[in-house]
């Protein structure tokens, strides 16, 4: 059975809103090792895929999605106004809008692949594979920065959590463990993509 569409349209908002604040909040009090989740997007992305996980039908996945990371760009940024006195304006600055322009976009291309992946054939091998494909990008440029003075081993570590959370993710997205081998098979090359994604995007 599907969820109800104005139920997803709560959990959308309030999701959102949980995500932005918990965000910062874990990046504020965190040990650094994993404190970089909190500061993910690859994570923001997982978040969407998981609402159209839960969502199913990729209308209600895309927009719920989009609207989840929306309004987690001003709550994290009102997290920071509570925790260290930041100034709140900083939500209508042109960085806070194109985060989320970046949110609208992530939102709606995790949000199906969260839609997909309940589905079966080539969508649900892909869908599934996203979040997988995702994280992976991700540890691709935290192992690109291993050695760095900036930022010694520790990227090494971080990245080798990403691609354990990008299996798991996929793990539980998808079985048999025929179709999580084909989704984590498809993540591969769907990092690529990622990581170029990420370099034009300016976060590589």
Known sequence: MRPDHRWMAVVAVAGGFLLGFLDFVWIRFMPSAVAHLGNSSAVWAVAAFWYGYRARAWRVAAGGAAVGLVVAVPSYYLAATLVQDDD????????????????????????????????????????????????????????????DPSYGTEPA??????????????????APWRRRLQA?????????????AFVVAGFG
Not at 94 to 116: I, K, N, Q, R, Y
Not at 135 to 142: K, N, S
Not at 160 to 168: E, M, R, S
Not at 184 to 196: E, H, M, N, T, Y
Request: hydrophobic content about 70%; proline content about 3%.
């Open 184 to 196: 984590l098979a498809a993540a591969v090359p769907l990092a690529v993509v990622g990581v170029a």
């Open 157 to 174: 570590w971080q990245a080798a959590l990403d691609v354990a959370l990008g299996v798991l993710v996929v793990v539980l997205a998808v």
């Open 88 to 147: 709140l304006a900083v939500i209508g600055q042109p960085s806070s809008l194109l985060w989320m322009a970046f949110g609208v976009l992530a939102g709606v291309v995790f949000g199906v692949a969260g839609a997909w992946a309940r589905t079966d054939g080539w969508r649900q091998v892909v869908g599934a594979a996203a979040p997988g494909a995702v994280l992976f990008a991700e540890a691709a440029l935290l192992a690109g920065r291993v050695g």
